[in-house]
């Protein structure tokens, strides 16, 4: 698991749904896989690599090395078809200023965007990139 680049998002958050479909769109290499936070898989890989339990939004692994907040964004986006692996580029601004939007987005993220009921279910030819 540790090769793996994984991608652990809150399967009931309507913006980290449309962020994994997005996500998949410009993966042609199906580089990533995904895994909710609600999972047995995500619980299990959180509680292995010691990710405390109030960290509810994306979380990127890759080759055992934790990334969270814009961080696993911007390390995300590295991977990414096209023009959107500029956006790592943005890593030179200091963590803690690109940090403090992705926490005032993320504490938003369900007024804004609203949350399903239960996680969403990959389509069947999807399946086999989900945890």
Known sequence: MDNDAIILFDGVCNLCNSSVQFIIKHDKNAYFKFASLQSDFGRNLRKEKQIP???DSIIFVERGKV??????ILRIARHLDGAWKLAAAALIIPRPIRDMLYRYVAKNRYRWFGRQNQCMLPSPDLKERFL
């Not at 990334?67 to 696993?72: D, E, F, L, T």
């Open 53 to 55: 339990d109030n960290v």
């Open 67 to 72: 990334h969270m907040q814009s961080g696993a």
